[in-house]
Every structure is written in C-alpha cells, then in structure tokens.
C-alpha cells in the first residue's frame, strides 16, 4: 500500500512537470512570434525606406539631368560671358555716375550770392548816405560811399548783419574829407544854388565775407585689387558754423555685396586710431561744418575682413 502511494505521488509531479513545461514551452512560442513580427515589421519599415530613398534618388537625378542639358542649351551657353560683359558694363556706367556726382559737387560747392543781395543792401542805406560803388566777388562784399556821419557806415553794417548778409564781423574804414573832394556845389544844388551848405563828409569802405552754405561730402569707396567709388558722392548742405552728423557708417552694401568701415579721411588727411575707433563704435562721424568738409569712407568686404581675421587667429 506504501508503494502505491509513492507511485500516485511521482505520477503528480510527472504530470505537474509535463504542465508546466507545456505552458512555458507555449509562452516561449508566444515570445518567439512577437519577436519574428518585429523583426519582419522592423524590416517592412527599412524595406519601405530603402524605396522612398530610390524614388527619391530617382527623381533628383533626373532633376540633375534636366537642369545639366538645361545648362547645356544656348541660353545658358554663354551666360559667364554675358555676366562679365554686365560687369563692366555696371563699371563703366558707376564711373559714370561718379563723374557726374563731382561735376554736381563743384557746382555746389562754387560761391553764390543770394538775387536779392543789391535790394537788402539798398534797404539799409543810412538816409545821409550813399554808395558810389559795390562789388560782389565770390563770397565777398565790397562797397565804397561817403555819408554826413561818422556813424552812418556802422549803422549800415549793424543793419546788414541783422538782415544776415555777412559771415563775420567786416572791415569799415572811415575817413573825413573834404566837400570839393565829394563834387562840386551844382552837383548837389542844381537850382541855383552855388553854396554847399554841408561842412561835414565822410567817406567809407565795407568790406565783408557773406553769409553762404557749406557742404559735407561723402564718399565711399571700396579697396580691393583697386580703389572704386561705391556709390559715387553724396554732397549735403549745411549752414556755414552749423554740426553735421553721418550716421551708419561702420557697414554698408551696395551690388549685393556687404562692406565693413576700414579707415576715414577728413579733407584728405587720414584721423588717427583712436579717432577712428570711437567713430566706429558710435557708427557715426560729426563735426562742425565752418567750410567745405570732404569725408572719404574706406570700406574693404565682408568676405575679405572674414578672411583676414581668420588668418591672423592661425
């Protein structure tokens, strides 16, 4: 009876062996059909990839082929000519231009006396006074009469610079002569009249520089190979003694073709270092405009300044 038992005992865990592995040998079944889902999944998706790559492939170099016979047609054949015949064509036509801008530049920067100068000048004529002559050369004022008064030709000058005819203080010399050194007495009594009863004359000078505009030049040029106006000459006109302000000057981009600010010259004389540094970091120029001011602004390309700072740091 003791054996039986036993027997019934191994058989069970026979049985629950055999259950166990069953079930174990199913779930590694199980596992291993995930795992070749995922492995033709993942090999789907390359597969999918590996087509759009050729298609794309495929497109792009029949994209390519089309633009190299495009290339090839005589519309592009002699196009590098074409760009370099446009090239000194824009050359030609931007020296061109700068010609004009220095024929403009002198035209503006040449003297020139406000119309209604001999009208400002008659109106404030002193009533004991009167011109013989006056002269307009350049910007000067020249004139020459005689008064009743000593004071006379200062009043005249007060009004003259009130009115904003002379630039600066001018010069008066004033000097007493005598009544037959001015004309004889029918000159001033015609009817009659063989006395001149005036003891007192007086003859004056003025001379004096006018009031006139000033201009500020700008021009900027590139320095390459060769030295070349970008954009010809700009002229901007100030009151004489006025300040004048240059802004954003440290780049600038003319053609497609971007510049950096490289050195300045102010009437032809280069600034120093420092100078130049604060105008860069304040991209801005300024000053006071008491004559014609001629500003040169040097600018080499990006590309080259790129090129140069590279080389240096190596």
Request: aromatic share 10%; with cysteine; net charge negative.
């Amino acid at each position: 009876m003791a054996n039986n038992g036993n027997k019934k005992i191994i058989v069970k865990k026979d049985m629950n062996f055999f259950a166990e592995f069953t079930a174990s040998a199913a779930k590694a079944a199980r596992l291993l059909t995930y795992a070749v889902l995922f492995g033709i999944a993942v090999v789907g998706i390359i597969l999918v990839f590996i087509v759009i790559g050729i298609v794309r492939n495929t497109i792009i170099k029949g994209q390519i082929a089309s633009l190299e016979e495009q290339l090839a047609s005589e519309e592009y054949a002699n196009l590098e000519v074409q760009a370099s015949a446009l090239a000194e064509t824009l050359k030609t036509k931007n020296n061109y231009f700068y010609a004009l801008c220095q024929m403009r530049k002198t035209v503006d920067e040449t003297p020139a006396v406000s119309m209604d100068l001999p009208d400002v000048i008659a109106d404030d004529i002193p009533s004991d006074s009167y011109l013989v002559q006056y002269q307009i050369t350049g910007t000067q004022l020249a004139m020459e009469g005689y008064s009743f008064s000593y004071y006379s030709p200062v009043d005249m000058v007060y009004m003259l610079n009130e009115a904003g005819v002379f630039k600066v203080k001018p010069d008066i010399t004033t000097s007493r002569v005598s009544a037959t050194d001015v004309g004889s007495p029918d000159e001033f009594f015609p009817d009659n009249n063989t006395v001149n009863a005036i003891n007192n004359y007086y003859n004056f000078t003025i001379v004096g520089t006018l009031v006139s505009d000033v201009y500020v030049s700008i021009e900027r040029i590139a320095t390459t190979d060769t030295v070349e106006s970008i954009n010809g000459i700009e002229t901007i006109k100030y009151d004489a003694g006025s300040t004048y302000t240059i802004e954003d000057i440290a780049t600038y981009e003319a053609g497609g073709v971007a510049y950096n600010l490289q050195s300045i010259t102010i009437n032809g004389a280069a600034i120093d270092e420092e100078s130049f540094n604060n105008i860069l970091n304040a991209n801005a120029i300024s000053g006071v405009a008491n004559d014609n001011v001629d500003i040169a602004l040097y600018y080499t390309s990006a590309v080259e300044t790129e090129t140069d700072e590279t080389a240096e740091a190596q």
